[in-house]
């Protein structure tokens, strides 16, 4: 399996498919980053909500690098499960080095800063961690947004766009209108909004947003799962 994703991380990569996801983050980042300083949880948590889509894009990249029928031998080779995983896995690296990208983004621009004097922010080292948790949340859903979308369960190219783009406006469309149905999306916009207030969250509002994204990220690898076996 592990030869498995390094040859699919080689095929992306030497393709040159990986160089319109890096143009689009390093766009991001530069916009994001260039109006100023902010406290570290708030501009973290942005980061990893503009880097969402993104993310999900680029695991679709790299799940439909490889041709059908050469997925196909693979699993056959080494079985569906580890075939899978491989893809995911390969998806999951590239999308943590992106975010280790966006951690580091803020340094040149010196666009972090500690708390302001009488605020109840959190401190700098309680930001930094913050935002590595919005971070890989951020992971977790944009790898299962964009595993749904991948030409594997979809098998046409406008049908995985779809799903990419709609599920991409459906988390920040439910995540900011205050739906009653908030948990159809992943709580990428609720963990912005958790870590972007003047008020550091409780343990109790993280354990929340892990939950969230834990059960959501679940369902929807198992429908990807079970669509994937279907359709191969």
């Not at 947003?209 to 994937?228: E, F, M, S």
Request: with cysteine; glycine share 8%.
């Amino acid at each position: 399996m592990i030869a498995l994703t390094r040859m699919r991380l080689n095929g992306f990569v030497h393709g040159g498919r990986a160089t319109a996801p890096l143009i689009a983050v390093l766009a991001v980042l530069f916009i994001l980053y260039s109006g100023g300083p902010s406290s570290a949880s708030a501009a973290y948590s942005y980061s990893a909500a503009c880097l969402f889509p993104i993310l999900a894009w680029l695991t679709k990249l790299v799940l439909d690098t490889e041709p059908d029928a050469q997925r196909r031998l693979a699993r056959l080779a080494v079985g569906p499960v580890r075939e899978a995983t491989a893809g995911l896995l390969a998806a999951a690296v590239l999308c943590v080095g992106v975010c280790v990208l966006g951690m580091l983004a803020p340094l040149p621009f010196r666009a972090i800063r500690g708390p302001e004097p009488g605020s109840l922010e959190p401190s700098l080292p309680v930001g930094v961690l913050l935002g590595v948790l919005a971070h890989v949340l951020a992971v977790v859903a944009a790898v299962a947004l964009g595993a749904l979308a991948s030409r594997a369960v979809t098998r046409r190219i406008l049908p995985g766009v779809a799903i990419l783009v709609s599920g991409s406006i459906l988390t920040v469309v439910l995540g900011l209108s205050g739906s009653i149905a908030p948990w159809l999306a992943p709580p990428v916009m609720a963990t912005s909004r958790a870590l972007s207030g003047r008020v550091a969250p409780t343990a109790v509002d993280l354990t929340i947003l892990v939950l969230w994204a834990a059960l959501w990220c679940t369902a929807v690898l198992t429908g990807y799962a079970r669509l994937r076996r279907d359709r191969s």
